[in-house]
């Protein structure tokens, strides 16, 4: 039987209306009742349970690595110096381990002042340390076969030809960085929910009807994401 796992990740706030929330427990839902037995779902919750903000350590224990060129990850622990950086690669090896253990990476995440919110950036600063997704015989990403499926929600519309198109640093941003990192943008699926607050927002009244199709594509695109 060959077995696969999904990292899934929601970063936004836990209202019961979430949207990105909705989003990523369908996907979730699909993709077990999928893969059955042979699929391994690790979940966690980047509010109820943050990862911590860097300490000086990572950046030092960093640097030192880098130095180096590619140090393989089970050679980072034997360089670090004294109690702070040891403690800083016992909070992140961890999470790297996950992540590169993951076939599926699926993310919930909610637009907050115009990017992605302070937990998720918790996690992508701790995870992307020097050289981890780096092979050191070859040189090729670690990433290369990795899915990442980002399921965002936003308030008002970014998509292309809109008036705020240029202000969308979220979703700009996710593809740079996982594809700064290896995911190949073949692998890499960003779906959007617009508009989620076109219901409550008097000035985006008049969109509910592009918020509701919005939704409505973003749950058609996740669902067959999730059993492809
Ligand atoms: C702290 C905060 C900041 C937000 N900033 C923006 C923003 O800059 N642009 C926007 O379109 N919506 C913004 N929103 C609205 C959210 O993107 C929207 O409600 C989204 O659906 C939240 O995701 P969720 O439904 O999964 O909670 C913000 C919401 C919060 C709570």
């Known amino acids: 039987m060959t077995t696969t796992t999904l990292l899934h990740l929601d970063s936004g706030t836990g209202l019961a209306d979430s949207v990105s929330r909705a989003l990523t427990a369908r996907f979730a839902t699909a993709w077990r009742a999928h893969h059955g037995a042979a699929g391994t779902h690790l979940h966690r919750d980047l509010v109820a349970d943050p990862v911590p903000a860097l300490g000086t350590g990572y950046a030092t224990l960093g640097r030192r690595v880098e130095r180096q060129g590619v140090v393989p990850l089970r050679d980072v622990a034997a360089l670090a110096d004294g109690p702070h950086e040891q ?71 970014y998509e292309p ?61 996740l669902d067959e994401l999730a059993t492809s």
């Open 161 to 221: 030809g809109t008036p705020r198109e240029a202000f969308d640093f979220q979703i700009p941003y996710l593809r740079a960085y996982f594809t700064t990192l290896g995911v190949p943008a073949e692998r890499l699926h960003i779906v959007a929910a617009e508009l989620t607050r076109a219901d409550d927002v008097p000035a985006l009244n008049d969109l509910k009807p592009l918020a509701a199709r919005s939704l409505t594509d973003a749950r058609t695109t």
């Open 87 to 157: 403690h800083e690669w016992h909070l992140t090896r961890p999470l790297i381990d996950q992540l590169l253990t993951a076939d599926t990476v699926l993310l919930g995440v909610p637009m907050y002042n115009l990017t992605v919110p302070a937990t998720l950036k918790a996690w992508i600063d701790r995870i992307t340390f020097p050289g981890a997704y780096t092979d050191p015989a070859t040189g090729q990403s670690l990433l290369h076969r990795t899915r990442v499926v980002v399921a965002a929600a936003r308030g008002g519309g």
